[in-house]
Structure formats: structure tokens, C-alpha cells
């Protein structure tokens, strides 16, 4: 079973306005962490913002911040005043803290992002 | 600056000859990762090293070899062995396992021709 789900292939946007990237996630351990990071077309994967199962707040990273909805199991990404620059595929992941597998990265297969001038 | 060095960036390889991946790191990281990436694809997790002299198999082991000799380095083989090796390689450190956020290069182009 698929354990994080991004449900949207492709996005669009315009400009400066906001876009949500969908992820839902699911783990029986009580103590996780749950990660974006984007993908632009030179390849390399770019760290955007965490968020831990305890953290009582909602994370926030500049333009980006994280919805986090821990009884519906999801975590999706907010985009506020998108630039052109955000074109990017953008990957949900989740670490299991008491997996006992090195809590190693479990990936989403990516949301790609256009934003139209 | 600090970071993660990936080289080469391009890589050709033919069938049969086994080609080594550099991923160096001056973060001071305890843990180093090595990720494949299909088109369309997420990550996979070939290799980690959580310290020196130390290494585990992640999910797609097969037909790759690594090293862990210094805590700077990690260099990974694709071996002949590997049956479909074109892929995007991405190399990652974190400060420990048990830290928040891994840090990726930014990555290799590996193509067999």
C-alpha cells in the first residue's frame, strides 16, 4: 500500500497567486515527520519545510507552509504569491521514527507545479 | 560554501563496465544516502552509511557496491551487474538518522549506451 499519496500529477497557476499541492500519508507509528521538497529541472532536490507529529503549529518557511491535518492523515503544501520560479516538481515524504529501518525517507511520486505568467 | 559535491553530472557508461559516482559532503554530516530516480518516479533508497566504515543495503541494493571511508566521502559503484542502471542518481547527508532534514546534491546523470 501506498504510504504517501500525491494525488495531483500536474498543477497549474498563475502568478502571484496561491496554489495547494496535495499529500496524504499513512503510518501507525505515533512519532513521525513529514517533508517537502522541490525538484527543479536542473535535478536537484531542494529542502522546503518540515513538520513534526507532535509540533502543535502548522510549519511555515517564507511563502511556503505546510497544512497539516493530523486526524485526516495530511499534509499539503501551501504556495502563497507564486513566482515563476516555482515551476518544479514538488515531493511529499514522511519518516517513520519507530520503524527500525534507519527512518529512512518514504517518497510521493511528485506533483509537477506550472506557473503561468 | 557548504554543501554536497555530485560528480560527474553526466556520465556514459557501456554494458559491462562498472563506473564509480562521487558525493562528497563539508557539512560535518553523519549519515550519507545514495537515492535513485526513475522518470516519473520518486526516490529509492540504494545505500546509507549512518558512520565511518559503516554501511547498509536500502530497498535497491543489487548491483551496486559502496564505501564509507571517510566521513566526507561516499562513493557509489554501479556494477556491471545492475540490469537497468540509466537512471538520476542523487546523493544526500543528514547529521544523523535521526535528524530532521537530509541535504541532496545535485545529482548524476547516469545513461548506458
Known amino acids: 500500500a501506498q504510504k504517501i499519496t500525491q494525488t495531483q500529477p500536474g498543477m497549474f497557476v498563475q502568478e502571484k497567486e496561491a496554489v495547494t499541492l496535495d499529500c496524504t500519508y499513512d503510518?501507525?507509528?505515533?512519532?513521525?515527520?513529514l517533508f517537502w521538497y522541490k525538484q527543479p529541472s536542473s535535478g536537484e532536490m531542494i529542502f522546503l519545510i518540515y513538520?513534526?507529529?507532535?509540533d502543535q503549529q502548522n510549519a511555515t518557511e517564507g511563502r511556503y507552509s505546510l497544512n497539516f491535518q493530523k486526524a485526516r492523515k495530511s499534509a499539503n503544501l501551501v504556495i502563497s504569491a507564486s513566482q515563476l520560479g516555482d515551476s518544479a516538481m514538488y515531493f511529499c515524504?514522511?519518516?517513520?521514527?519507530?520503524?527500525?529501518?534507519?527512518?529512512?525517507?518514504?517518497w510521493g511520486l511528485g506533483t509537477s507545479l506550472a506557473v503561468n505568467p | 560554501d557548504g554543501g554536497i559535491t555530485q560528480s560527474p553530472k553526466y556520465l556514459f557508461r557501456k554494458e559491462g563496465q562498472n563506473v564509480t559516482l562521487s558525493c562528497e559532503q563539508n557539512?560535518?554530516?553523519?549519515?550519507m544516502y545514495w537515492y535513485r530516480q526513475d522518470p516519473g518516479q520518486g526516490l529509492r533508497l540504494i545505500y546509507y552509511?549512518?558512520?565511518?566504515?559503516?554501511?547498509q543495503k536500502g530497498d535497491i541494493a543489487e548491483g551496486y557496491s559502496v564505501s564509507r571511508e571517510k566521513k566526507e566521502s561516499f562513493p557509489l559503484t554501479v556494477t556491471s551487474a545492475q540490469k537497468n542502471p540509466t537512471a538520476f542518481y542523487l546523493c544526500?547527508?543528514?547529521?544523523?538518522?535521526?535528524?530532521?532534514?537530509?541535504?541532496f546534491g545535485e545529482g548524476s546523470w547516469l545513461t548506458v549506451v
Open positions: 552509511s549512518q558512520i565511518v566504515n559503516d554501511f
Open positions: 513538520q513534526g507529529s507532535y
Open positions: 557539512l560535518n554530516h553523519d549519515a
Open positions: 544526500a547527508s543528514s547529521i544523523g538518522t535521526t535528524g530532521n532534514t537530509i541535504y
Open positions: 503510518t501507525s507509528d505515533p512519532s513521525y515527520g
Open positions: 515524504a514522511m519518516r517513520e521514527d519507530n520503524a527500525g529501518n534507519n527512518r529512512k525517507l518514504i
